[in-house]
């Protein structure tokens, strides 16, 4: 299962809130991190993401597997409060090859691009800390990979 993050960022086109995000104002995100419903939390490129612990737990308890699609610090703090969580690090290929996905979507100005390459040399330093390392740069092969490591750690369980 998916795990839905919370987020500060203006919704894109076709983005539905509780579907592909929770969105939130700064405001009620801080107010979360204050009373620590957060299980991670992170700035990234101007606007905090996060997963509530509430949301995390409830699908635990019911005996189901997550998958939190999130940036490198709040991986490290999962890992930190779960250590049994796998951490799998899905990269480009290229900072040359991300920068022209970003420009290919069309979805966010110049200033928002140039804050996400730096983002991303930052998050790429981290890699070494994650369980498996996949490279993006073949789509179904990354997913082929993807499915092989999901698949060991169910059958190590």
């Not at 009373?35 to 509430?54: I, Q, R, V």
Request: charged share 35%.
């Amino acid at each position: 299962m998916l795990s839905i993050s919370c987020t500060t960022r203006a919704p894109r086109s076709g983005e539905v809130d509780g579907v592909n995000y929770f969105f939130m104002s700064k405001d009620d995100f801080k107010e979360c991190i204050e009373n620590d419903k957060f299980l991670e939390w992170a700035e990234f490129a101007g606007n905090f993401y996060g997963t509530k612990k509430k949301f995390i737990n409830k699908c635990l308890e019911e005996g189901k597997d997550i998958i939190l699609e999130i940036d490198t610090q709040g991986a490290l703090q999962v890992k930190k409060q779960m250590p049994d969580a796998v951490l799998i690090f899905i990269c480009p290929p290229s900072l040359e090859a991300l920068e022209n996905r970003l420009r290919g979507r069309h979805t966010e100005d110049e200033e928002t691009i140039k804050r996400r390459l730096e983002a991303v040399k930052e998050e790429i330093s981290r890699a070494e800390s994650f369980d498996y390392k996949i490279v993006n740069d073949d789509l179904d092969r990354a997913v082929c990979e993807l499915e092989k490591v999901i698949r060991g750690e169910i059958e190590k369980c």
